[in-house]
């Protein structure tokens, strides 16, 4: 009898996991909470949604799921690996002590200044009186503000000059803007440089990273407009070079998983390593508990094993059996978002042409926000809807061939950014 696994989570980087653990001969029945659409030609989609720990572990148990992979961070970060691990279950990531190092931002700043992990200078307050009295005397602009918890990768401000950082004070920690994750504030030293994402499996003991992938976070083309969950990926890097990787295994990753360990908070799971290739090397930007989105929707079409072995090795800690191993084609994707995001969009909109991914291998329609309505079409149901993904040979075929696809579907208010993989073109090897 073949696996019966369980995913966690309903955007678009649970239908890449998704799809991804379907190729593997292992599995013969896969489950999705909640889901969306495209998930559903996979998998069986169950009306539980993410925080809801109880009725998971339950449907786990009365369906006899062999393994339970959680692909979003809020259910990590509240606990959930240690509600089915109370059960006996097994279940794919980190603790809720290991989790912390993406949901408090205080908690991985101190924990870099301890280990030696390069990232930038910082100080964290837990009042807003004295987070306006280090900016009023002893700031340089510019400089970053964060909420130390999480705040759907908005909880970030850049801000030029004193007024705005007291106005940045005043959304975070007295407004709570989000909600208790400005309950402490970060400040930290503003860095420049180009940033790459590196995903890993880390197993308590070892790391051994995903291919490199860089994000598009700003809304808008030239990377103008708001911050938001991503606009669109593409994997590898080229900026992120053997020497660089050299340097981040050396002083940043396997350091990373040490420090965790060392403080009685081993991490299994993926640490998402947010990085700034600055003058003076690289440096921590921040830290995931997770897979990123649409990280993973670049990253999982490259790799080669059986990501259920990947997984279990990360929960036996025998990470250091598997070789990882990734194709040569780069992976490019584009988002499709309702316009309007990441502010307020329309949602409920058919979308048509979703067939013609079909029987175009190294072509992929991944869902990020789609439901079926009641006449039982898919519609748009989120800011972001379609990641449309593709590989090639290179980055710029991959690119290319992402742009072509982008047109083959089409919803009211479909919106989307023209010159994801810009940098591709700025890079000079
Ligand atoms: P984070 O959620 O910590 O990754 O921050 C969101 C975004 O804010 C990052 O992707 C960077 O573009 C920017 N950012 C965060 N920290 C810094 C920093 N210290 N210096 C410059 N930009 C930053
Ligand atoms: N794309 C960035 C993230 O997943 O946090």
């Known amino acids: 009898m073949g696996m019966k696994v369980l995913v966690v989570g ?12 379907a190729q593997s001969p292992k599995v013969d029945k896969i489950y999705c ?35 339970t992979v959680v692909g979003m961070d809020d ?29 408090s931002k205080a908690f991985s700043k101190d924990l870099m200044k301890k280990y030696n992990i390069p990232t930038a200078d910082y100080e964290v307050f837990n009042s807003p009186d004295s987070a306006l009295e280090y900016l009023r005397t002893k700031a ?25 950082a007291e106005a940045g004070v005043q959304e975070l920690m007295v407004d709570k803007k989000f909600g208790s994750a400005g309950d402490q504030l970060v400040i930290e030293e503003f860095m420049t440089g180009r940033e790459v994402s590196v995903l890993s499996f880390v197993d308590g003991n070892i790391v ?4 490199s992938a860089q994000d598009h976070k700003r809304a808008k083309d030239g990377d103008q407009g708001l911050n938001t969950g991503g606009m669109g990926n593409f994997s590898p890097t080229p900026f992120y070079t053997k020497e660089v990787d050299d340097f981040c295994q050396k002083y940043i990753f396997q350091p990373t998983v040490d420090a965790m360990k060392a403080e009685g908070r081993p991490f299994q799971g993926v640490i998402f390593f947010g990085l700034m290739l600055t003058e003076d090397g690289p440096k921590v930007l921040e830290y995931n508990a997770r897979f990123g989105d649409p990280e993973a929707q670049v990253v999982l079409p490259r790799m080669k094993n ?106 009211d ?16 090897g």
């Open 413 to 428: 208010n479909k919106y989307y950014r023209h010159d994801i993989g810009h940098a591709i073109d700025e890079f000079k």
């Open 10 to 21: 309903g955007g678009g980087r649970e239908h890449a996991i998704v799809w991804k653990i």
């Open 75 to 103: 259910p990590l970060v509240g606990g959930i690996v240690d509600a089915f691990e109370a059960e006996g279950l097994r279940v794919f990531g980190p603790r809720k002590n290991a989790a912390i190092l993406e949901g």
């Open 208 to 211: 051994k990273t995903m291919a």
């Open 33 to 67: 909470a909640p889901g969306n659409a495209g998930i559903a030609e996979l998998a069986e989609c169950v009306n539980i949604g993410a925080m809801e720990f109880d009725k998971l572990v339950a449907f786990a148990k009365d369906n006899a799921v062999d393994l």
């Open 306 to 411: 059986d990501i259920v072995d990947v997984f279990e090795a990360c929960i036996d800690g025998t990470l250091d059996q598997i070789d990882l191993q990734f194709m040569d084609d780069a992976c490019v994707t584009v988002v499709l978002a309702s316009d309007g995001y990441p502010v307020s969009y329309k949602k409920g909109y058919p979308i048509r042409g979703l067939e013609n991914f079909k029987n175009h291998p190294g072509y992929y329609c991944f869902h990020a926000g789609t439901k079926f309505n009641e006449k039982g079409e898919i519609v748009t149901n989120g800011g972001r809807v379609l990641d449309v993904t593709a590989l090639g040979k290179d980055l710029k075929e991959a690119r290319a061939n992402a742009y072509k696809a982008v047109e083959w579907v089409d919803f």
């Open 140 to 164: 340089k602009f510019p400089i970053v503000l964060k909420a130390s918890g999480l705040a759907l990768g908005k909880g970030v401000l850049i801000c030029e000059d004193l007024a705005q």
